[in-house]
Structure formats: structure tokens, C-alpha cells
């Protein structure tokens, strides 16, 4: 029965008129799921050589295990966001003679389906047969890859289990959100090291296979309660009764509306939002993507400013060391450099000409850093060489500095015996990012002050879809309409800018990039969307799931591409020649010539709703 169910519901999808006028946007997202499959499986497969070069000679099983609990911490998260229920497909049911139980265990097998469920698949499906199976055995690599898909089944059963008890999705998101939050700190600061616990944890699946029987009995005990849920209150009338969304005393609306009718129509604008369904969600998920920067900022100086040594470099260096190690003509340079003000995750090289020093590559030589802050490292040298070097993290740009900020010239060491060197370094210069981070960081600070813009300013007028006959049939000041709804994305873009502020402790190049993205978004983007938006025919249902492709098509995908592309071709350009502050500047300026001329732009976004104003009335009177 349960096999018939899943059948005629793959024949509802396809037959209906939504799939048919969709097929552009199915396709689309079938392709971006193939698409985001492909790049786990790339990363599945690549994971060791990246492993391999973070962190030399470390078992990439052991680093591979210490970043699984974050994964699951953040996918319990998105989950939370993301995914939905499928109470509704089973109403028709209801009134036919086809037994609870039935229709419960099909609610419950369509989870198995789920996207957050494959994903992750092709990521840890490649590595468990590529490290862990050739590392251990094949029943450890087994057990090891059941229990951590027992792990996201279970995610995915707690979350369907929070959506439809009585607990406040919120409240279990924002614990999520505060131990991943405390997590990345605790490992940050070296307080409590997670990633230890999470490998040792993944680690005791490997060396005790018995374990994943444990799991599966959680697994059974979750999906259990989900079951007893389901059976206590799967009846029509829960499936009906819609939960009212109260203000109690809220008096933002009060001040809102004394400003006249830009401010009136705010206020209906935010009623709006957070009376539905979909659009709350939206909202929400918003506010949860400033959290990004957590995962983002405090690694991107680690790896792409201050470049670890790499596995080569350390093999070149031991296999010199061997050369040298029976040549009598040889002595021992050792270097010790004071330095107590590294920054997070860099490390100290020791650049030059001579040796094991050869081509003054920036990461020549990487010492080692010792308890008390200093960095020692030594390598033998031929006497009587004049050993030329210098002191960098990895970067030209950040090498060691005078105290008065300027550049040394080379040290000189004449090599007659063994000797120790000592290096005072107070100074670091500042590094230059690669194209790519900067880039990065960019889409970063473009969707950290953006999202909201970003996710409401695509369906900006479809909002309204439902009674957009009785809008254009009024007498409205449209420009005041279209206004407020600007003016509404521009004060939670500035809310949104304030909240990323606190990502300034990772330096104040992340300020500028998130200003510089703000100014653009409500300077350009969002009169873009704006103007695309009139371009929307599809009716959109506010009592929905955020994720539900209902009222969604392919020019919604189209739409949010310009909104990266144009800011990365305007900073590409500069950010090759290194000139990043220009480049910042420019974005920044561009904002603020779109906000000094908003009164013209609107206007041309006002001429273009008048064309397009019946032909979108038309589109959403279509209810499929």
C-alpha cells in the first residue's frame, strides 16, 4: 500500500498544471541539486589531498572526523529552516478506508527522501572507500559510514518531530545556533577543542564497529516518537486548523502609520511578513544567515593570507636534510624568533637564497612554535656560506618589519660552525588576499547585509498576489506603494549591516567589504530586483513552506544572478592589480550614486509596473 501511495503521488506531481508551467524551473533546479551533488562528490574525492596540505603527516581520517560534528550541528540548523512536512499529501486519504498506520509510515518514509539526506552522501561515501576502508577494514569503514547516516536520519527525524509537536522552532534553532556558535569559539580560542571530541567520537565507530547497533537504536527510538505523534493526532481537523499569529501589543504599527501613507503602507507591508507563513520563515532564515560569518571569517586568514607549510615543502626539506647529514663540511643554523603577536593560524618562515633556502620562496623554510611563543627551526648549511634570509608568514607582503614599519634588508650570516640566530619581530607587514577570498568575501558581505533583500525583493509585488486585482483598482499613490516597500528593505539591510558589525574583531578589511556590499545592495540591488520583479506572473501562496517551489520560476533564478555577478565584474578588475581599496570605494560610490538618484530610478520603475501591471493581474488570478 505504502508503494501505491508513493505512485500515485509522483502521478499528482506530473500531471498537474503547476508541473507543466514550471518545467523551465524544475529543470533549473534539478540541475543546480546535480550541481551541488557533483561539488561534494569533487570535494568527496579531493578531501585528502586538501587534508594533506592544511596539515602534513596528520592522519586525514582523524581531521576528517573532527569537522563532522560541526556538520551536523549546521545541518540540524538548515534542517530546522529548510525542511517541511508532508502532512497535507495524505488529507484526500483520510476519508477512505486505508488504515492510519499505513498512511503514517508513508509520511515517514517520504523523510528518508530528502535532499540533506543524499547530499552529504557523496561526500563521505568516496572518503569512507578512499581512507577509512583502506586505513581499517571494511566492516570498520562500514559501520563507520552507517553511523554517521544514522546521525543525519536522525537530524532529520528530530527536526520533523520539533515541526510538529508543540515546540517553538525557534527556540530549538537558536540552541542549535548557540552550541554551534560556542563550538567554533571554544575551538577558536583553544577553550575546549570540539573538533578533539568530534574525532574521537567517529573515532570509537571505527575501532568498536559494535557501536552503529547503538545508533540504530536511537535512530528506531526517534523515529518511534514521531510515530506515537502522528498516531495521537491524525485526524482532518489537524490538518485544517491553522495556528493565528498574535501582535499582542505591539505599537510599531502605531508609529509606523503617524508618517502618512509611505508609513502606512510599511505597516501593512509588515503585518504581512509576519503574519504568513512563508514570508515569516523567510525572515527568520534571514536573520539566521548573518550567522555565516561565523563559519566564514575566522578561517579565511588561516589558509589563504597565512598559507600552512605544505607536504612537499616538508619532504624537500627532510630529504635535504639527509643529504647533508654525513657531509663534514657541514654546520648546524638553528633560528629562534621572538614573536608573541602572530595572528591566528599563521606560521613563521624563514626565507632565502642558500641551502634548503633556495629561490627566496616566501615559505621556505616553516619553523616550529614552542610554548613559551617562540618559533625555532634549524637546517645544516655548508661552511663558510654567506647565508642571506629573511623572516615572513608565508607572504612577501607579511614578512618581518622595523619598528618604524619598514622594510629590512637581508640578514647576512656568515657561516663558520654551528650557530644560533635570534630575530626580534614586533612588526608583520599586511598580507595580500588572493583574488578568489576577496571574491568570497564579497558574496559574503553581499548576502550577510543583503538576504533579506535578496529572498523578499524577488517576489516583492507577488506578496500581494492574491489581492492584487483590488490593489491596481484603487485609488493608490503607486509610488508611494512601490516606496515603502523600498524603504522597508533598505532598514532591515541597515539592521542586518549593524548586526555583521561585531565581524569587525576579525579585522577591519571585513568592515570595509560588508560596507562596501551594503551601500551596493540598497543603492543597486535593490532597485534591480525592483524592476525584475514586474516581470513575475506567477501567484504566490504565503501559507506555505519556504521551501515549496509553488509561484516560483525560472526568472527568480535569473534574478538573483546579476545581483553577484555585476558587483564581482566591477571589484574583478581592480582586485587583480591589487588595488582593493579602489575597488571597495567604487562599489561603495555606485550605491550611493543608485540612492541619490532613487527618485529617478523610481519613477522608471514605476513606468515599467504601469506596462506590466495587467499582465501580472492576469498571471496571478491563475491559482495553478
Given at each position: 500500500?505504502?508503494?501505491?501511495?508513493f505512485?500515485n503521488?509522483w502521478?499528482?506531481?506530473?500531471?498537474?498544471?503547476?508541473w507543466?508551467?514550471?518545467?523551465?524551473?524544475?529543470?533549473?533546479i534539478?540541475?543546480?541539486?546535480?550541481?551541488?551533488a557533483?561539488?561534494?562528490?569533487?570535494?568527496?574525492?579531493?578531501?585528502?589531498?586538501v587534508?594533506?596540505?592544511?596539515?602534513?603527516?596528520?592522519?586525514?581520517?582523524?581531521?576528517?572526523?573532527?569537522?563532522?560534528?560541526?556538520y551536523l550541528?549546521?545541518d540540524?540548523?538548515?534542517?530546522?529552516?529548510?525542511?517541511?512536512n508532508?502532512?497535507?499529501v495524505?488529507k484526500?486519504?483520510?476519508?477512505?478506508?486505508?488504515?492510519?498506520s499505513?498512511?503514517i509510515?508513508?509520511?515517514?518514509?517520504?523523510?528518508f527522501?530528502?535532499?540533506?539526506?543524499?547530499?552529504?552522501?557523496?561526500?563521505?561515501?568516496p572518503?569512507a572507500?578512499?581512507e577509512?576502508?583502506?586505513?581499517?577494514?571494511?566492516?570498520?569503514?562500514?559501520?563507520?559510514?552507517a553511523?554517521?547516516?544514522f546521525?543525519?536520519?536522525i537530524?532529520?527525524?528530530?527536526?520533523?518531530?520539533?515541526?510538529?509537536?508543540?515546540?517553538?522552532?525557534s527556540?530549538?534553532?537558536?540552541?542549535?545556533?548557540?552550541?554551534?556558535?560556542?563550538?567554533?569559539l571554544?575551538?577558536?580560542?583553544?577553550?575546549?577543542?570540539?573538533?578533539k571530541?568530534s574525532?574521537?567520537?567517529?573515532?570509537i565507530f571505527?575501532?568498536?564497529?559494535?557501536?552503529?547497533?547503538i545508533?540504530?537504536?536511537?535512530?528506531f527510538?526517534?523515529y518511534?516518537?514521531?510515530?506515537?505523534?502522528?498516531?495521537?493526532?491524525?485526524?482532518?481537523?489537524s490538518f485544517?486548523i491553522?495556528?493565528?499569529?498574535?501582535?499582542?501589543?505591539?505599537?510599531?504599527?502605531?508609529?509606523?502609520?503617524?508618517?502618512?501613507?509611505?508609513?502606512?503602507y510599511?505597516?501593512?507591508?509588515?503585518?504581512l511578513?509576519?503574519?504568513?507563513?512563508?514570508?515569516r520563515?523567510?525572515?527568520?532564515?534571514?536573520f539566521?544567515?548573518?550567522?555565516?560569518g561565523?563559519?566564514?571569517?575566522?578561517?579565511?586568514?588561516?589558509?589563504?593570507?597565512?598559507?600552512?607549510?605544505t607536504?612537499?615543502?616538508?619532504?624537500?626539506i627532510?630529504?635535504?636534510?639527509?643529504?647533508?647529514k654525513?657531509?663534514?663540511?657541514?654546520?648546524?643554523?638553528?633560528?629562534?624568533?621572538?614573536a608573541?603577536?602572530?595572528?591566528?593560524?599563521a606560521?613563521?618562515?624563514?626565507?632565502?637564497s642558500q641551502?634548503?633556502?633556495?629561490?627566496?620562496?616566501?615559505?621556505?623554510?616553516?619553523?616550529?612554535?614552542q610554548k613559551?611563543?617562540?618559533?625555532?627551526?634549524?637546517?645544516?648549511?655548508?661552511?663558510?656560506t654567506?647565508?642571506?634570509?629573511?623572516?615572513?608568514?608565508?607572504?612577501?607582503?607579511?614578512?618581518?618589519?622595523n619598528?618604524?614599519?619598514?622594510?629590512?634588508?637581508?640578514?647576512?650570516l656568515?657561516v663558520k660552525?654551528?650557530?644560533?640566530?635570534?630575530?626580534?619581530?614586533?612588526?608583520?607587514?599586511?598580507?595580500?588576499?588572493?583574488?578568489?577570498?576577496l571574491?568570497?568575501?564579497?558574496?559574503?558581505?553581499?548576502?550577510?547585509?543583503?538576504m533579506?533583500?535578496?529572498?523578499?525583493?524577488?517576489?516583492?509585488?507577488?506578496?500581494?498576489?492574491?489581492?492584487?486585482?483590488?490593489?491596481?483598482?484603487?485609488?493608490?499613490?503607486?509610488?508611494n506603494?512601490?516606496?515603502?516597500?523600498?524603504?522597508l528593505?533598505?532598514?532591515?539591510?541597515?539592521?542586518?549591516?549593524?548586526?555583521?558589525?561585531?565581524y569587525g574583531?576579525?579585522?577591519?578589511?571585513v568592515?570595509?567589504?560588508?560596507?562596501?556590499?551594503?551601500?551596493?545592495n540598497?543603492?543597486?540591488?535593490?532597485?534591480?530586483?525592483?524592476?525584475?520583479?514586474?516581470?513575475?506572473?506567477?501567484?504566490?501562496?504565503?501559507?506555505?513552506?519556504?521551501?515549496?517551489?509553488?509561484?516560483?520560476?525560472?526568472?527568480?533564478y535569473?534574478?538573483?544572478?546579476?545581483?553577484?555577478?555585476?558587483?564581482?565584474a566591477?571589484?574583478?578588475?581592480?582586485?587583480?592589480?591589487?588595488?582593493?581599496?579602489?575597488?571597495?570605494?567604487?562599489?561603495?560610490?555606485?550605491?550611493?550614486?543608485?540612492?541619490?538618484?532613487?527618485?529617478?530610478?523610481m519613477?522608471?520603475?514605476?513606468?515599467?509596473?504601469?506596462?506590466?501591471?495587467?499582465?501580472m493581474?492576469?498571471g496571478?488570478?491563475?491559482?495553478?
Amino acid at each position: 500500500m505504502v508503494k501505491r501511495l508513493f505512485i500515485n503521488q509522483w502521478r499528482e506531481t506530473t500531471r498537474s498544471s503547476v508541473w507543466t508551467r514550471n518545467l523551465v524551473g524544475n529543470i533549473l533546479i534539478g540541475l543546480l541539486y546535480f550541481i551541488l551533488a557533483l561539488n561534494f562528490l569533487i570535494i568527496g574525492l579531493q578531501v585528502d589531498k586538501v587534508f594533506s596540505e592544511i596539515a602534513p603527516g596528520k592522519n586525514p581520517v582523524v581531521l576528517f572526523n573532527g569537522i563532522l560534528i560541526y556538520y551536523l550541528l549546521f545541518d540540524f540548523l538548515i534542517r530546522l529552516a529548510l525542511q517541511k512536512n508532508h502532512g497535507l499529501v495524505v488529507k484526500p486519504y483520510l476519508s477512505l478506508p486505508v488504515k492510519r498506520s499505513t498512511l503514517i509510515n508513508y509520511l515517514l518514509s517520504k523523510s528518508f527522501f530528502s535532499l540533506f539526506n543524499f547530499l552529504p552522501l557523496f561526500l563521505v561515501i568516496p572518503f569512507a572507500a578512499e581512507e577509512v576502508i583502506p586505513a581499517y577494514s571494511v566492516v570498520q569503514g562500514l559501520a563507520w559510514l552507517a553511523c554517521f547516516i544514522f546521525f543525519l536520519l536522525i537530524n532529520c527525524f528530530l527536526v520533523a518531530y520539533i515541526k510538529k509537536s508543540s515546540f517553538k522552532n525557534s527556540r530549538a534553532g537558536l540552541a542549535a545556533f548557540v552550541i554551534l556558535a560556542a563550538a567554533v569559539l571554544s575551538d577558536y580560542y583553544n577553550l575546549f577543542s570540539i573538533s578533539k571530541f568530534s574525532s574521537d567520537l567517529f573515532g570509537i565507530f571505527i575501532s568498536t564497529p559494535e557501536f552503529v547497533l547503538i545508533l540504530g537504536a536511537v535512530f528506531f527510538l526517534v523515529y518511534s516518537a514521531n510515530y506515537r505523534l502522528l498516531l495521537n493526532n491524525f485526524y482532518l481537523e489537524s490538518f485544517t486548523i491553522q495556528k493565528k499569529f498574535r501582535f499582542g501589543s505591539f505599537k510599531l504599527f502605531d508609529i509606523l502609520e503617524s508618517f502618512g501613507e509611505v508609513g502606512v503602507y510599511i505597516s501593512l507591508e509588515l503585518k504581512l511578513l509576519l503574519r504568513n507563513k512563508r514570508s515569516r520563515n523567510i525572515l527568520v532564515y534571514s536573520f539566521v544567515m548573518i550567522a555565516i560569518g561565523l563559519l566564514i571569517y575566522p578561517t579565511y586568514e588561516t589558509r589563504d593570507i597565512y598559507p600552512p607549510p605544505t607536504k612537499r615543502t616538508l619532504q624537500k626539506i627532510e630529504v635535504y636534510k639527509l643529504q647533508m647529514k654525513n657531509n663534514p663540511e657541514s654546520a648546524k643554523v638553528t633560528f629562534k624568533v621572538n614573536a608573541n603577536n602572530i595572528p591566528f593560524g599563521a606560521t613563521v618562515f624563514v626565507a632565502g637564497s642558500q641551502g634548503v633556502l633556495k629561490n627566496w620562496q616566501p615559505e621556505g623554510m616553516p619553523l616550529v612554535k614552542q610554548k613559551n611563543g617562540n618559533w625555532i627551526g634549524s637546517m645544516p648549511v655548508n661552511k663558510n656560506t654567506v647565508l642571506t634570509y629573511k623572516v615572513t608568514l608565508g607572504n612577501w607582503s607579511a614578512q618581518r618589519l622595523n619598528s618604524d614599519g619598514s622594510i629590512p634588508a637581508n640578514y647576512v650570516l656568515n657561516v663558520k660552525g654551528d650557530t644560533t640566530v635570534v630575530v626580534n619581530a614586533e612588526k608583520w607587514g599586511v598580507p595580500q588576499m588572493p583574488v578568489t577570498s576577496l571574491i568570497m568575501l564579497i558574496y559574503i558581505g553581499i548576502a550577510i547585509t543583503g538576504m533579506f533583500l535578496l529572498t523578499y525583493g524577488q517576489f516583492i509585488l507577488s506578496w500581494e498576489s492574491s489581492y492584487f486585482d483590488a490593489i491596481i483598482t484603487k485609488k493608490i499613490n503607486f509610488l508611494n506603494y512601490l516606496k515603502a516597500k523600498y524603504l522597508l528593505m533598505v532598514s532591515v539591510g541597515c539592521v542586518f549591516f549593524v548586526l555583521s558589525l561585531p565581524y569587525g574583531y576579525f579585522g577591519a578589511r571585513v568592515i570595509a567589504i560588508n560596507f562596501a556590499a551594503f551601500l551596493y545592495n540598497i543603492g543597486v540591488n535593490t532597485f534591480m530586483l525592483m524592476y525584475l520583479a514586474t516581470f513575475n506572473r506567477k501567484r504566490f501562496d504565503l501559507n506555505i513552506g519556504m521551501m515549496s517551489q509553488q509561484g516560483k520560476g525560472a526568472s527568480q533564478y535569473i534574478a538573483g544572478i546579476p545581483t553577484l555577478l555585476i558587483p564581482t565584474a566591477i571589484f574583478l578588475p581592480f582586485a587583480l592589480l591589487n588595488n582593493i581599496n579602489e575597488a571597495l570605494v567604487l562599489l561603495g560610490a555606485i550605491g550611493l550614486i543608485g540612492i541619490f538618484f532613487q527618485k529617478q530610478i523610481m519613477n522608471f520603475i514605476i513606468a515599467q509596473f504601469y506596462k506590466q501591471k495587467y499582465k501580472m493581474a492576469a498571471g496571478f488570478r491563475q491559482l495553478y
